[in-house]
């Protein structure tokens, strides 16, 4: 594993995303895996204490994090939106310095995001691109300032084609970002009405192509497409009649990891969604076990503590 959490001796990092995501929560969806995750991923805002004390359990479990901290005060009448202007001109330094603190404390690697899919047509209110830009380099420098040398920087995008471009538009620079990542679901329908058959897409029909954007329009955006990538986000949701259908979804995944070796990371999500979205998995025994599968043929063959 090198500094920046690129695996050197093959496999894939698997992490875990999910609406219980404590040590108890994770462990009853790991009973249906044969080995833990790699890694959890979890969502804070930016007057969060972080690492939150079931974190540093995670952590002293042997996981790695990978933390998003949006422009969002979640604690607020509303979620109160900060926009990204406010948090470039300082007015959370406090509260961030601190939490890049409690992360070099953990003195281990730790993903971190600011303001994971900032594509979402929803998040336009927060600011303008260039304000975007402005405020993960001055999160980056607050962070550098603190000592946080362990953080390991991860841009995620939303990873669907009518935002290709307003990603492009919302590369930070070379030089603050480690890893690229993007979400990718199968939804068949979902977010809109019942889930249809008809409309289900693969693996690689959802994956690929942000990833094939990228290796073409990487230049014009001064996006360096070489640095490993990452799936942040990703599941499909489960047919209620066929759930074979899921069972195929999943089993798809090591062959298309495998013909895209950039991509060394991987979270799946296990939630409730927009609509009738549901990529819950563990109550379905056999896309569970089909999952578990896939982590097995595809894990890191050393481990994570390299």
């Not at 995670?58 to 939106?81: A, P, Q």
């Not at 047919?239 to 979270?267: D, G």
């Not at 990529?279 to 089909?290: D, I, L």
């Amino acid at each position: 594993m090198s500094a920046k959490l690129v695996p050197s001796c093959g496999g894939i990092l698997w992490g875990y995303a999910g609406p219980d995501t404590s040590p108890g929560g994770l462990a009853a969806v790991e009973s249906t895996m044969p080995s833990p995750f790699d890694f959890v991923y979890r969502f804070h805002d930016l007057d969060d204490t972080i690492p939150q004390p079931d974190e540093v359990s995670l952590v002293d479990e042997g996981r790695l994090l990978h933390v998003s901290i949006d422009s969002v005060i979640y604690s607020s009448d509303g979620h109160r939106l900060i926009r990204w202007h406010d948090v470039a001109a300082g007015a959370y330094d406090e509260s961030l310095s601190a939490q890049a603190h409690g992360l070099a404390a953990l003195d281990t690697p730790v993903f971190v995001t600011f303001e994971h899919e900032m594509d979402q047509g929803r998040k336009a209110a927060l600011g303008t691109s260039a304000d975007f830009r402005a405020a993960w380099r001055h999160v980056h420098s607050l962070f550098i300032e603190a000592g946080a040398s362990n953080v390991v920087w991860v841009w995620v995008a939303m990873g669907w084609p009518e935002t290709f471009a307003t990603a492009g538009q919302m590369w930070p620079g070379n030089d603050v970002v480690d890893w690229i990542s993007w979400d990718a679901y199968n939804t068949s329908g979902c977010r809109t009405g019942a889930i249809d058959a008809t409309k289900s897409k693969s693996f690689a029909d959802v994956v690929l192509p942000f990833l094939q954007w990228l290796k073409t329009n990487a230049a014009r955006y001064g996006i360096d497409a070489s640095k490993p990538m990452m799936i942040s986000e990703t599941g499909t949701v489960v047919h209620p009649e066929r759930p074979s259908l899921a069972t195929e979804w999943y089993q798809e995944m090591p062959a298309v990891l495998a013909a895209h070796p950039q991509i060394r990371a991987v979270t799946l999500w296990a939630s409730v969604g927009v609509g009738t979205c549901d990529y819950r998995f563990t109550h379905v025994p056999e896309v569970s076990s089909s999952i578990a599968a896939v982590r097995e043929s595809t894990k890191l063959r050393t481990g994570i503590r390299q």
